[in-house]
T-cell receptor, first 114, second 115 residues
Framework: EAGVTQFPSHSVIEKGQTVTLRCDPISGHDNLYWYRRVMGKEIKFLLHFVKESKQDESGMPNNRFLAERTGGTYSTLKVQPAELEDSGVYFC????????????FGSGTRLTVV | QKEVEQNSGPLSVPEGAIASLNCTYSDRGSQSFFWYRQYSGKSPELIMFIYSNGDKEDGRFTAQLNKASQYVSLLIRDSQPSDSATYLCAVNTRGDGGATNKLIFGTGTLLAVQP
């Protein structure tokens, strides 16, 4: 079974540019989550999809962040325009059911905004 | 006050010793508690979860929960150099309308097992 796949693994962009991160969950997993770890801080929840619907987006920091999951398969997280404080590692996780135990994390995308 | 607190370490233990990792949480309504291991540049990997007060053992790992003290710990017996990693404590809190699906993480404790 393929795991949760994220790409790119690394991205370096200039302040003000746009970046799109992608997450491919494990096949058949309806639940998809985005988390972020900013340098020196803890991993923080961003949002949760159930299929194509946003179940909880309480962790999205501001309207520069847009997450989509068209068709309920892969998800994208767009940051536009990127700011320096957006630098960090963005993790995606997926699960078949709604229990936290079922989470499988991807290896993350390291975003550096310069 | 942070919702989940951990000592960042590094915690250095000799090979074969017991490593003790600690975590406190602020929300008394927290229901489920998790320990993740994260190697550098890799994804967090679930190693233990616990719901009830007391101890839960799985191989060399023991999770301990004390809800009255709002304290969770992870013991690693017979520590090996391959256990060297960052250990993340995470809490799942029941919100309005039922359990949320999101985890609240601590910053993690770096464990270094010396050969």
């Amino acid at each position: 079974e393929a795991g949760v796949t994220q790409f790119p693994s690394h991205s370096v962009i200039e302040k003000g540019q746009t970046v799109t991160l992608r997450c491919d969950p494990i096949s058949g997993h309806d639940n998809l989550y985005w988390y972020r770890r900013v340098m020196g801080k803890e991993i923080k929840f961003l949002l949760h999809f159930v299929k194509e619907s946003k179940q909880d987006e309480s962790g999205m920091p501001n309207n520069r962040f847009l997450a989509e999951r068209t068709g309920g398969t892969y998800s994208t997280l767009k940051v536009q325009p990127a700011e320096l404080e957006d630098s960090g590692v963005y993790f995606c996780a997926s699960s078949q059911d709604r229990t936290v135990i079922g989470y499988t994390f991807g290896s993350g995308t390291r975003l550096t905004v310069v | 006050q942070k919702e989940v607190e951990q000592n960042s370490g590094p915690l250095s233990v000799p090979e074969g010793a017991i490593a003790s990792l600690n975590c406190t949480y602020s929300d008394r309504g927290s229901q489920s508690f998790f320990w993740y291991r994260q190697y550098s540049g890799k994804s967090p990997e679930l190693i233990m979860f616990i719901y009830s007060n007391g101890d839960k053992e799985d191989g060399r790992f023991t999770a301990q929960l004390n809800k009255a003290s709002q304290y969770v710990s992870l013991l690693i017996r017979d520590s090996q150099p391959s256990d060297s990693a960052t250990y993340l404590c995470a809490v799942n809190t029941r919100g309005d309308g039922g359990a949320t699906n999101k985890l609240i993480f601590g910053t993690g404790t770096l464990l270094a097992v010396q050969p």
